[in-house]
Each structure stands twice: as structure tokens, then as C-alpha cells.
């Protein structure tokens, strides 16, 4: 298989019947603890893991750097009952004494279901709540916390709060520090215009200091996907012209700040640009929320091989002329670590992706077994 998921299962199956086998058939949570365990010290990498257990309970469990994210929520429970009326007919009503019980990778999932967030699991924990609804909990693995911060600056919604930190005023910081970038390169701009949605909350903060106008000025189709991960670049770049559209009245005749959350290869970035010069702009700027991208994602994200990115084989200046920008300015390392962890001032993150220190023991025979796998992959697909 190539499910690492699919493998996960397998693994937690073999250490599960390892402690049947050892303590008895009878199923209790510290069996359930002990076959974590294993998987953890078995199963290298990022991962989060939700499974329900039938006629047993829900469990859930996270790597011991706690790379991926996992919430636990809680709220009242609505059990349908019959009770009868005074005039003897029957009534439905609910009892609410119990209460439910939810893990998610994001705390938006809990809200939208009405529940309410009790915690994030902890790096290495298990949780398992079983059908009573009684909840069990252990860590069984310590680790050094490192979140990735790609979660932050990207993937994760900004209504999403997610080891304690909240994405939307992560990102408002991380506009508020590339803003001072702006203020050193010394760009004169006359609007700021976000490419949507993720920068949308950054560009906000970012006008805001250099105070300058925010303007919509590319709408978003809904309906195209993230397109830094689709797999063939003809597809990726008609993508990125179904994907936006510009306003040109917004555009035209004015120099514009781009805010964009990330480049990967380059290509999004180009099209954008000649999309807005199109539409009559009289200089373009493009601001990055995050540093320059150099190396791929081993913990689950397909992001490109070390070949495909631009800040790869590029300089930052080399690359603004290859996108078309007339000043390209990325944010700082530091920068960003410092806009998202805000208040928490020793937190630590994976920014792997940045400088190529991923968390986990990582060999340089494994990394290129991982990229020849992708690189194999790729070329099945004829990509």
C-alpha cells in the first residue's frame, strides 16, 4: 500500500493482539494505552488519529512532537426518550444530562457542531472515551511540542484555534512583521490587494501599518482547489486562471501590493502577476507571508520535491524577475516564528519546509528513498 494510514492500522492491530495475547482477552483502556505505545515507538513521523472502535468507544491518539493537530471538544448530549403526558398520550422528549464527545484536527469542526473545546492532545497522549462515555487519558510518549507552522501561515481555517493560538491574530501578526519588511524595502505602493483567501487577514494588518487602502482586487472561484499541489503543471496553470479573476476598476492605472501567504514553484505567482498587469496596473509587488520554500514535506503534506522549488535554485531577487514582480519581499525566519507563536514565547515549531531541520531523526538515505518514492509516483502518473 501506499496509505500510510492503511499502515498506521496495520501496525496498531499487530501491538493490540500483542497485549491480548500477553494480558488476556478481556478489553480495558490500559491495553488500549500500551498498543499506542508501540505504534509510537514503531511509527516515525506526523500524524493524528482518530478511530472508532466498534462496540467499544472512540479513540484518539498523536505523535509525540505533536506535528499534526488534535482538539478534543465536549457538549450537552440530546438522547430521545418517551415519557407520557397527564392525558396519558406519549411525548418525545430529551434528556441532556449526558454529554458527547468529539476529536478533531481543527477546533472550527468542533464549533459548527456545537461543541465546546475542552483541550488540544497533548504530544504522545491517547485519549479514549468509551461507549458509557467515560474518558480515559494517558501520555505514554514524551516529546518536544513542535507544531507545524505551515498549519498557521496556510492550511488551517482562520476561524481555527489550534495549540492554544488563534490563526486569525497569527496572521494579522504575520502582517503586521511583513509590513516592516515592506517599510525597508522601500516600495511605495498605492493599495494593497490580497490574493484570496488565505492572505486575506495578513494584507488586512499589512495595510493597516503602512496605512494604505485594502482593496478586493481578484475574486475567487470557489470551485478550483489549492492548486500548489495539483500534479501537472499544464493543469496548474489553467487552474490559476479559472481560479481568480481581477477587478479592474480596483487595478487599473495604480502601483499594487500583492499580499500572498507562500510561493512554491512560482507558477501561481507569474500568472497572478501578468493577470493584474493585464488589468492595467502600473507596477506590481508581491509580499510573502512566509520565507522562501526550500524543502519538502516528509510529514504528509505533497509538497514538491527539492527540484521543484523556485528558492531552490534561485535567489530572492532572481525570482521576483521570474515571477514578473517589480520588488518581491518574503517575510523573515524569525519573523514568522515570532508573529505566530504571539504570547507564547517559548514555543517551538516544524519549519522543516524552511530550513530543512525536521524534528524527527531523519537520515539522508531515508530523505532520497522518500523522494525517489515520489519521484516514482510522479512519473507512473505521467506527470
Known amino acids: 500500500t501506499n496509505n500510510d494510514v492503511e499502515l498506521i492500522l496495520h501496525i496498531f492491530a499487530d501491538e493490540l493482539t500483542k497485549q ?27 500524524y493524528s488519529v482518530i478511530a472508532l472502535i466498534a462496540g467499544k468507544g472512540l479513540l484518539g491518539f498523536r505523535d509525540p512532537f505533536g506535528i499534526r493537530p488534535l482538539i478534543f471538544g465536549e457538549r450537552k448530549g440530546r438522547y430521545p426518550f418517551r415519557s407520557e403526558r397527564d392525558d396519558r398520550s406519549p411525548q418525545l422528549t430529551f434528556s441532556t444530562e449526558k454529554k458527547d464527545y468529539a ?4 477546533s472550527v469542526a ?11 492532545i497533548e504530544p504522545g497522549e491517547v485519549i479514549f472515551i468509551s461507549e458509557q462515555r467515560k474518558i480515559y487519558t494517558e501520555r505514554v510518549q514524551e516529546g518536544s511540542h513542535h507544531p507545524c507552522i505551515f498549519e498557521y ?14 490563526i486569525y491574530e497569527a496572521r494579522l501578526r504575520l502582517g503586521e512583521v511583513l509590513a516592516e519588511e515592506c517599510k525597508k524595502a522601500g516600495i511605495k505602493p498605492d493599495v494593497v490587494i490580497p490574493v484570496p483567501d488565505t492572505a486575506r487577514t495578513a ?3 499589512l495595510a493597516k501599518v503602512l496605512n494604505l487602502p485594502y482593496q478586493e482586487g481578484l475574486i475567487k472561484n470557489r470551485y478550483i482547489g489549492r492548486t500548489f499541489i495539483m500534479p501537472i503543471q499544464e493543469i496548474r496553470e489553467v487552474s490559476v486562471k479559472q481560479k481568480l479573476n481581477p477587478i479592474r476598476s480596483a487595478i487599473e492605472g495604480k502601483k499594487i501590493l500583492l499580499v500572498d501567504d507562500s510561493i512554491v514553484r512560482g507558477t501561481t ?9 493585464g488589468a492595467g496596473a502600473r507596477e506590481v509587488y508581491y509580499a510573502v507571508t512566509c520565507p522562501p520554500l526550500k524543502h519538502p514535506c516528509i510529514y504528509g503534506i505533497d509538497m514538491s520535491t527539492r527540484g521543484e522549488f ?16 517589480d520588488r518581491l519581499i ?6 514568522m516564528k515570532r508573529a505566530v507563536r504571539g504570547e507564547e514565547k517559548k514555543r517551538k515549531f516544524c519549519t522543516a519546509c524552511f530550513n530543512g531541520k525536521y524534528p524527527t531523526q531523519m537520515t539522508q538515505e531515508t530523505f532520497l528513498a522518500i523522494e525517489r518514492e515520489r519521484l516514482q509516483a510522479q512519473k507512473v502518473s505521467g506527470i
Open 20 to 46: 491480548s495475547d500477553s494480558g488476556g482477552s478481556s478489553f480495558h483502556p490500559k491495553l488500549l494505552f500500551q498498543a499506542v505505545k508501540g505504534v509510537l515507538e514503531r511509527v516515525e513521523g506526523s
Open 103 to 106: 476529536l478533531a484536527s481543527e
Open 110 to 120: 468542533l464549533d459548527t457542531l456545537g461543541y465546546e473545546v475542552v483541550r488540544d
Open 153 to 166: 501561515v496556510y492550511f488551517a481555517r482562520p476561524d481555527s484555534l489550534m495549540n492554544g493560538i488563534s
Open 203 to 205: 494584507a488586512l494588518s
Open 269 to 277: 505567482s507569474k500568472q497572478i502577476i501578468e493577470m493584474v498587469r
Open 310 to 325: 523556485i528558492a531552490r535554485r534561485k535567489s530572492i531577487e532572481n525570482i521576483g524577475r521570474t515571477i514578473g514582480a
Open 330 to 335: 518574503y517575510q523573515t525566519h524569525e519573523g
